[in-house]
């Protein structure tokens, strides 16, 4: 597989897991997931994980999956690279998997005392990452194996962390976010 077509098909395949964290912070709101609940003294997860913005993250991440599988075979002749199509359950995987690591990530920072937004070097970047590939893997491993093969992986890891260092610093200019990270 050429480097380009990795780079291709690490993206267009990600596609579903990466957008499902900016849907949810544009529908977030509502009720938090922990309830407002502590441990230690410190919330579960914090306001800033909801079952709305859960919810509509994955409904846009599977709904992306289904765009791009009507459009797979186009955009794959003109890059000239194997389509990727995505299967529901491995689209669901991807999506909700996206979500549930980022929501993992979260407890892991309420539980090293960092407070919402703080940054958490290198689990900011690839928390949603584990919990697509895990969870996806775990409802269709045959489709994940066939996709993320060892150079399609080594593309979605180094390019992962560039992608969110740019995305996050651009909606920091534009005011989108708080803070950078």
């Known amino acids: 597989m050429s480097l380009f077509s990795a780079i291709a098909t690490a993206l267009w395949a990600m596609l579903p897991a990466y957008v499902p964290n900016n849907a949810a912070v ?21 306001d800033g994980k909801t079952w709305r913005g859960t919810a509509a993250g994955t409904v846009a991440g599977v709904a992306l999956a289904l765009l791009l599988n009507a459009g797979s075979d186009t955009i794959a002749d003109l890059l000239g690279v194997a389509p990727v199509e995505f299967p529901l359950p491995a689209a669901l995987g991807l999506a909700l998997g996206a979500m549930c690591g980022d929501i993992g990530a979260s407890f892991l920072k309420r539980r090293t005392g960092r407070e919402r937004g703080a940054p958490f070097p290198g689990l900011d970047q690839l928390d949603f990452v584990v919990g697509a590939l895990a969870l996806a893997a775990l409802l ?34 534009i005011g989108a976010k708080d803070e950078p990270w």
């Not at 509502?30 to 579960?44: E, N």
């Open 140 to 173: 269709d491993f045959d489709w994940v194996a066939a996709t993320f093969t060892p150079s399609v992986l080594a593309v979605v890891l180094v390019a992962t962390p560039l992608l969110h260092v740019v995305t996050n610093g651009i909606a920091y200019v």
């Open 26 to 46: 544009l529908a977030g709101g509502g009720r938090p997931i922990d309830g407002g609940r502590t441990w230690g003294g410190r919330r579960v997860l914090g």
